[in-house]
């Protein structure tokens, strides 16, 4: 039998099934532009790279030590040492029996050599090598083509540019590439108990955090974010800023306002000028989260509460900025750890506890809670390592049990 505290709320929608809806309800943008590879960190790739080459383009050795016959290494082998072969400065003559080249890492590997061996393992005297056998054929040479051959496809559309991938493609010689035009998006935030920095605080305010932070991470996903500020609770004001949004930006995102409060208009303005595809999910924190169109812009609506804003955000926004931009998101992997102590979860909503994790004695992952697990306590959800994945009919977690994760450190939050 189903338990259920006395502020349940039956008829939430199953998170996984909302962010499915959502996902489909969008479509990515399909316009591209060429940039040089100086202005490609973090863009969405809008075709597929091929490569133009082989790379390695040519045989080379991964040591520096002697390119010769592995044949001729024999107990009494004593090679005729012929030249060098510098990384950018190849030996053009080929290596005969009994002759071996002095090389270099990443230099040519001469004509007629299949090995190389280690300097470590020869001995030199007068222009006589000595190697220490057995040497295979082939060994610490790197062959043409190992890494990618020629027209091989290294990345698919779709990919991110990072560093590692922006690597790969500066390896390749590409001066120019085609990614995604980079997204706009409108962001601001509702709430007559706003200030911004450096603003007096009158009895009842806050400072606003939220639109900085979703703003910051926008900023990580190369986003470019068009900054409508604090809107104050007035239908009218909140209804003027959503129908400019959604003529100049790709997406709106707001935060508060979205619940049941006498002061909470953004759903109402929402359902005035746009339409609401869905609101109040069974999540915690975020359950107010609210998604829907104006005309043909997203609306995603954070909830006000500053950890709910960041979770929702992680969740559900970047999953359907990702979808817009035209990237390919990589499912998100799930690990599975051991409580260290207890957490409180009631069934009805599943629950992204905010938690650090850590690598015990015996190797095994072990989890606590990051601070206090109120959706008001960002300072807990700056200490976390970890997000959990507390199942939506699950109840308390007792120490010992196993729970499901996923880090957030590294992440763009
Ligand atoms: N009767 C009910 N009350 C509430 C419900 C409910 O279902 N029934 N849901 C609760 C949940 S869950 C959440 S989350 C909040 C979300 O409310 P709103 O989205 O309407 O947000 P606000 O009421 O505007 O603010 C909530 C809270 O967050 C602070 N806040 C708002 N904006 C910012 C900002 N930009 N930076 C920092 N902090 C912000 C605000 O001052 C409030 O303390 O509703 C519950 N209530
Ligand atoms: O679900 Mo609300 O987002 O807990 O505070």
Redesign the pocket.
């Known amino acids: 039998m189903a338990i259920h505290d006395c502020d349940s709320?039956p008829g939430l929608r199953p998170y996984l099934d909302a962010r499915h809806e959502m996902l489909s309800r969008l479509e990515a943008i399909t316009d591209s532009t060429p940039v040089s590879l100086e202005q490609a960190l973090n863009r969405i790739l809008a075709d597929d790279i091929l490569s133009p080459l082989d790379v390695p383009s040519f045989a080379n050795s991964a040591m520096d030590g002697y390119a010769l016959r592995a044949a001729d290494v024999t107990d009494e082998a004593a090679l005729t040492l012929i030249g060098t072969s510098l990384a950018g400065h190849p030996f053009n003559g080929s290596i005969g029996p009994g002759e071996c080249v002095r090389i270099m890492t990443g230099a040519a590997l001469p004509l007629g050599a299949d090995a190389v061996v280690m300097q470590e393992n020869c001995r030199s005297e007068h222009n006589i090598i000595y190697p220490r056998g057995p040497v295979t054929e082939g060994r610490h040479v790197r062959l043409p083509a190992e890494d990618l051959a020629q027209g091989e496809r290294v990345f698919a559309a779709g990919t991110r540019i990072n560093a590692r991938v922006l690597s790969v493609l500066s390896s390749l010689g590409l001066e120019q590439i085609y990614v995604q035009r980079q997204l706009t998006v409108a962001l601001l935030?509702?709430?007559d108990?706003?200030k911004s920095p450096g603003e007096l605080l009158a009895p009842g305010d806050?400072?606003?955090?939220?639109?900085i932070g979703v703003g910051a991470m926008l900023e990580r996903l190369g986003i470019r974010v068009i900054d409508y500020g604090?809107i104050q609770d007035d239908p009218a004001l909140i209804r003027q800023a959503f129908i400019k949004a959604a003529t100049e930006a790709d997406a709106l995102i707001t935060?508060?306002?979205?619940?049941?409060?006498d002061?909470?208009y953004?759903k109402q303005v929402l359902e005035e000028v746009g339409r609401i595809g869905f609101w109040?999910l069974a999540i915690?924190?975020?359950?107010?989260f609210a998604f829907g169109h104006i005309n043909n812009c997203p609306f995603f609506?954070?909830?006000?509460?500053?950890v709910?804003?960041a979770v929702t955000f992680h969740l559900l926004v970047r999953p359907a900025l990702a979808t817009l931009a035209g990237e390919t998101l990589k499912p998100t992997p799930l690990l599975q750890a051991k409580a260290l102590m207890p957490f409180k979860k009631s069934p009805g909503r599943m629950d992204f506890q905010r938690g650090t994790v850590s690598t015990q004695a015996d190797g095994s992952l072990g989890v606590v809670a990051a601070g206090a697990q109120s959706?008001?306590v960002f300072s807990a959800m700056a200490e976390a390592n970890c997000l959990l994945h507390l199942e939506q009919d699950r109840g308390n977690v007792s120490e010992g049990d196993m729970v499901t994760l996923e880090l957030i450190d590294g992440l763009y939050w």
């Open positions: 709320q935030s509702t709430g108990e706003l806050i400072y606003d955090s939220n639109r604090i935060s508060g306002g979205v619940s049941v409060g002061a909470d953004t109040k915690k924190p975020g359950k107010p609506g954070l909830p006000g509460n500053p709910s804003a959706s008001a």
